[in-house]
């Protein structure tokens, strides 16, 4: 079975500082891994996924993510924080078949202060 | 292109009633996935349909709750005899036909049970 864990429901940083959300997962195939983000009374959307390819991956609005296979992470990070990354952030997998079961973690909140 | 499109994007009906939850998957999807989000929790799978197929409901509950995607129109998740229990937020996903590793959220429908 998959699962992913989410490190801090809540992480608060400064506008300029560095982000960095963490995602540890568990799986018994080559995971695909997934970052998306909510905000308030949206959908989810993609910023990120790594799908065994180069294993550090860039995605929108400067953020990029690192595969880690002896770690079991995909840690979510960006140089520097803007008020507007406020948000909700999920880590999610899937195994690496045709079949795209998504399995979420509970996701963290980013807080950006000025 | 239009996105997933879900309606309604609120809905709230007194205990005992059917809810009814339509997902519209983005042109040239195929596949639908639904997953529920509880208060200050993660997303939780549901069911993955394709045209006029259940493919996999195993995070579906096994009384009240069924879905359905026909040949024509859109995805319907649908509930009877709600609980507050189902108060929770309703996303719709959808991918392309190929196996991809992509799904693309709706805006979600939240659903207020009284």
């Known amino acids: 079975a998959q699962s992913v864990t989410q490190l801090g429901s809540h992480v608060s940083v400064s506008e300029g500082a560095l982000v960095l959300l963490r995602c540890n997962y568990s799986?018994?195939?080559?995971?695909?891994l997934f970052w998306y983000v909510q905000y308030p009374n949206q959908g989810l959307q993609l910023l990120l996924k790594?799908?065994?390819?180069?294993?550090l991956v860039k995605g929108i609005n400067d953020f990029e993510a690192e595969f880690k296979k002896s770690e079991t992470s995909f840690h979510l990070t960006k140089p520097s924080a803007h008020m507007s990354d406020a948000a909700e952030y999920f880590c999610?997998?899937?195994?690496?078949?045709?079949?795209?079961?998504?399995?979420f973690g509970t996701g963290t909140r980013l807080l950006v202060s000025p | 292109n239009a996105g997933v499109m879900q309606n309604p994007r609120h809905l709230v009906r007194r205990r005992g009633q059917e809810a009814r939850l339509r997902c519209s998957p983005m042109k040239g999807h195929s596949h639908v996935y639904w997953y529920r989000q509880l208060p200050e929790e993660g997303l939780k799978f549901m069911v993955y349909?394709?045209?006029?197929?259940?493919?996999?409901e195993s995070g579906m509950p096994k009384e009240r709750f069924s879905a359905e995607f026909p040949k024509e129109g859109p995805s319907i998740l649908r509930i009877q005899q709600v609980v507050r229990g189902d108060s929770a937020a309703y996303f719709c996903?959808?991918?392309?036909?190929?196996?991809?590793?992509?799904?693309?959220f709706g805006p979600g429908t939240r659903l207020l049970v009284l």
């Open positions: 996903a959808s991918s392309p036909p190929a196996a991809s590793e992509t799904q693309y």
């Open positions: 999610a997998v899937s195994m690496n078949t045709g079949f795209q079961k998504l399995v």
């Open positions: 799986s018994s195939v080559p995971p695909y």
């Open positions: 790594y799908t065994s390819a180069a294993t």
């Open positions: 349909l394709q045209k006029e197929n259940i493919i996999d």
